[in-house]
């Protein structure tokens, strides 16, 4: 059981280079979401999407862009790394906005 | 004000000692309360799921949901090495939410 898989598990970054972040998942969910999660601040969620083709800014989306051209694939881009946007990225996907999510193991990410 | 507030800890206790985590909240309209526990440098999992007002237990553990103080508590009985974690309480409105409004998370350690 996969459940959700995110790609990759650890990246190390310059400044002002650009990168993309994949989440899978295997669950036929319609929810997936984007969070970054630092030491004292929680989980911040960057973008969500409500179904395919859809995408919607959360908390702290400035840096960020996301993609749902399939229903199991949620992507995150980062255009021009920040050493402010190092951090640990998880990707999680629901049946519904109000349902359990489920989680992937994260994506470190230095930016140096 | 955050619309979900958790003291972030960190937590020490001794082995077999009863554990009270606990969140406030500000949103009336929060009708589904979760758990989640996230190992170090993992995904979080969920733990426990309530629907509004009341008490589940599942083993040692014990989540509380009291809507008109708008606080919610997680207990852990029997504390044993292996329950420590961080922590996450998390919220949703109305059917039709579209996403979960996570806590800080508490740090847990539990001392053998």
């Known amino acids: 059981n996969a459940g959700v898989t995110q790609t990759p598990k650890f990246r190390v970054l310059k400044t002002g280079q650009s990168m993309t972040l994949l989440c899978a998942q295997d669950?036929?969910?319609?929810?997936m979401y984007w969070y970054r999660q630092d030491p004292g601040m929680g989980l911040r969620l960057i973008h969500y999407?409500?179904?395919?083709?859809?995408?919607a800014k959360g908390e702290v989306p400035d840096g960020y862009n996301v993609s749902r051209l399939k229903k199991q694939n949620f992507l995150l881009g980062l255009e021009s790394a920040a050493p402010s946007q190092t951090s640990v990225y998880f990707c999680a996907s629901s049946y519904t906005g109000d349902a359990e999510a489920f989680f992937g193991q994260g994506t470190r990410l230095t930016v140096v | 004000q955050k619309e979900v507030e958790q003291d972030p800890g960190p937590l020490s206790v001794p082995e077999g000692a009863i554990v009270s985590l606990n969140c406030t909240y500000s949103n009336s309209a929060f009708q589904y309360f979760m758990w989640y526990r996230q190992y170090s440098r993992k995904g979080p999992e969920l733990l426990m799921y309530t629907y509004s007002s009341g008490n589940k237990e599942d083993g040692r553990f014990t989540a509380q949901v009291d809507k008109s103080s708008k606080y919610i508590s997680l207990f852990i009985r029997d504390s044993q090495p292996s329950d420590s974690a961080t922590y996450l309480c998390a919220m949703s409105g109305v059917q039709g939410a579209q996403k979960l409004v996570f806590g800080q998370g508490t740090r847990l350690t539990i001392n053998p």
């Open positions: 669950m036929n969910h319609e929810y």
């Open positions: 999407s409500v179904g395919e083709g859809t995408t």
